[in-house]
């Protein structure tokens, strides 16, 4: 095996939108350097932090219909009642939110919470208040998705996901458009630098996470619509 091919196992992934900013951090980090040294090291941890910010890692996704992983890496931060944005669609009464909150160290990558069909992409501009604050949902930067899936049990449901720009977040990037076909655990999106992700799910939905708990993006479960007798699940890496 190569050197080269050891290094790319060994080495976490970074996602190609980060690369312009890597460049820059380290550029700013070699001009650091040949000025002081105390400075320059600065620049290499900035740059440091700003590569693992881009982390990009495999996630092994358990595919069965009905279940619903978790769309962010983070801090599940609320679970309860609460109305999805007007953009959506989705209804004019509080649906059950699940709120994952990712810090700064989280990996940012999103990834869609169930295998479905993607039939709402709507983009909301607005302010950047700390994302971990409940009026986020209402005043901030934000993009949206709906999908529809199954459950398990025979029917169909709709499933909102929204990125919310943090306090120091500035972009909401989002991989994909109305119409297309999504996997459970597929990346859809990333936001940079601090944020949230809401899922909104039916009302009387038993979640199986709760506050203050850490979820990994595809492959914390979320719930478990079909919820009855345990069946085989496949998973998948991506």
Known sequence: MSLVATLRKSLVPIHREGYPFIAIAVVIALLLLSVNTFLGMIGVALAIWTALFFRDPPRVTPVREGLIVAPADGQVSFVGLAKPPRELDLSDEPLL?????????????????????????????????????????EDNERNGLVLTAATGLGDTIQVGVVQIAGLVARRIVCFVREGE??????????????????????????????EGQLATAGETVICDLAGAAPRETAYRVS
Do not use: C, W
Request: proline residues 4%; charged residues 25%.
């Open 97 to 137: 939110r699940v709120s994952i909150f990712m810090n700064v160290f989280n990996v940012h990558v999103n990834r869609a919470p169930i295998t479905g069909r993607i039939i709402r992409v709507a983009y909301k501009p607005g302010i950047f208040l700390n994302a971990d604050l409940d009026k986020a949902s």
């Open 181 to 210: 076909e999504i996997g459970a655990g597929d990346r859809f999106g990333l936001i940079r630098f601090g944020s949230r992700v809401d899922i909104y799910l039916p009302r009387g939905t038993r979640v199986q996470v709760a």
